[in-house]
């Protein structure tokens, strides 16, 4: 068995790939937590929240 202080010496994580910038929310153009990449429609979170208010249902 190894010692227990063997964990202290794991590798060091590799570099993450540097993040696209974000896509810019279409209704407010504030930015979003999407990147520019990301297909279809995006909003900021507030967007998303008022849009999400507006089709649920009012019965």
Do not use: F, K, N
């Not at 937590?33 to 998303?48: A, D, N, S, T």
Request: glycine residues 6%; contains cysteine.
């Amino acid at each position: 068995m190894a010692p227990a202080h063997a964990s202290a010496h794991a590798p060091a994580p590799a570099p993450r790939a540097v993040a696209s910038p974000p896509a810019d929310c279409l209704q407010c153009g504030e930015p979003t937590e999407y990147p520019v990449e990301q297909p279809g429609i995006v909003l900021c979170p507030v967007c998303e929240w008022q849009e999400a208010q507006r089709s649920a249902c009012s019965g």
